[in-house]
């Protein structure tokens, strides 16, 4: 199952949004991104929010996959640890203690999975980003060429487009030999496996953290609707209270509304809608009895077949009629 990401080829978005002139790419690489790696990257970034109280929290981890010439898929990733005291520096040794732990695990599920680059939050580039992509390529003897930046305030202004952006670096030579680090934007696909879908539909159909059924957080959920509703209309009646007594001023507009929300209530008491309604009750009563009947008609069965094969070892007797 393959979804083109077609929102995030709009060079003119991105330079509204990333605050820098940040172009696709030339001749880019095929990058196939897993939703498994804007899962962890996403728990990441809550977690560093919730636990710090910053709303702007940056976050930065590895990411892991596979690489076969032009094509790029990222599987997994894992976080990182800053050195302490700084914003630019990335602890390798942890990166590396973590790296050899996570390809260990994988071997045993007969993948190889390589560090193909990092990720961070935020919504702009900046010396810092070039200064830890330079850490990784230097650990990686220049393999981790990509980085995935996630932007945490387009994921809350904008419901619709994936606030996922990926970018791969490139060297610009100058005349006096001297060569820049920069960034291009490259295009990605998201691509899913099967354990992948599976996974990813438990976390958005997540439980609740006490282990409760599906069922009980639906009905929560009916629970604090109807509850915000029978707010809503006592707050109506007290404005048409305050109306009366005239302690409000009378707004026409308001009383308009109002009455045409009421006219719609009486709809619901129609001949046709009881009818409809005692059918639909009648049929599902119906349902529950024929399933009753059907249980019980295969506990007879399963009765009296016991009962043959028992009778069957002495005087072979049977249940007139009842023979199969």
Not at 193 to 221: C, I, K, N
Not at 276 to 282: D, F, G, K
Not at 283 to 299: F, H, R, T
Request: charged letters at 25%; one cysteine or more.
């Amino acid at each position: 199952c393959t979804q083109t990401v077609s929102a995030l080829h709009s060079t003119q978005h991105n330079r509204t949004k990333m605050g820098v002139d940040v172009p696709f790419k030339q001749d880019p690489p095929f990058v196939a991104l897993h939703p498994l790696v804007v899962i962890n990257i996403s728990d990441h970034f809550t977690r560093v929010r919730v636990n710090t109280g910053t709303e702007n929290a940056f976050v930065v981890g590895a990411m892991l996959g596979t690489r076969e010439g032009s094509k790029v898929e990222i599987f997994d990733a894992f976080e990182c640890m800053m050195v302490e005291g700084s914003e630019d520096q990335v602890d390798m040794v942890f990166v590396r203690e973590r790296l050899k732990l996570t390809q260990a695990c994988f071997k045993l599920l007969n993948k190889e999975y390589e560090m193909l680059g990092w990720y961070c939050s935020g919504d702009s580039l900046s010396a810092k980003h070039e200064a830890i992509h330079k850490q990784f390529l230097t650990e990686t003897d220049g393999d981790a060429s990509l980085f995935v930046m996630l932007d945490a305030a387009m994921a809350v202004n904008s419901r619709r487009d994936l606030p996922v952006f990926v970018f791969e670096h490139e060297f610009k030579h100058s005349e006096d030999g001297t060569s820049t680090l920069s960034f291009g934007r490259v295009p990605f696909k998201m691509e899913t496996e099967d354990a992948e879908r599976v996974s990813v539909d438990h976390v958005a159909h997540a439980r609740p953290s006490d282990g409760g059924s599906q069922t009980v957080a639906h009905l929560s959920r009916v629970r604090s609707a109807t509850t915000m509703l029978s707010e809503r209309v006592e707050n109506v009646l007290r404005y048409l209270k305050a109306v009366q007594e005239g302690s409000v001023p009378v707004d026409h507009q308001m009383l308009r509304q109002i009455k045409s929300l009421c006219y719609m209530l009486p709809a619901m008491d129609t001949q046709e809608f009881r009818s409809e309604a005692l059918t639909e009750y009648n049929d599902n009563l119906l349902q529950i009895y024929l399933a009753s009947l059907m249980k019980s008609a295969n506990k007879l069965n399963d009765m009296v077949d016991h009962y043959n094969v028992s009778a069957d070892r002495g005087a072979r007797m049977r249940f007139p009629g009842m023979e199969r």
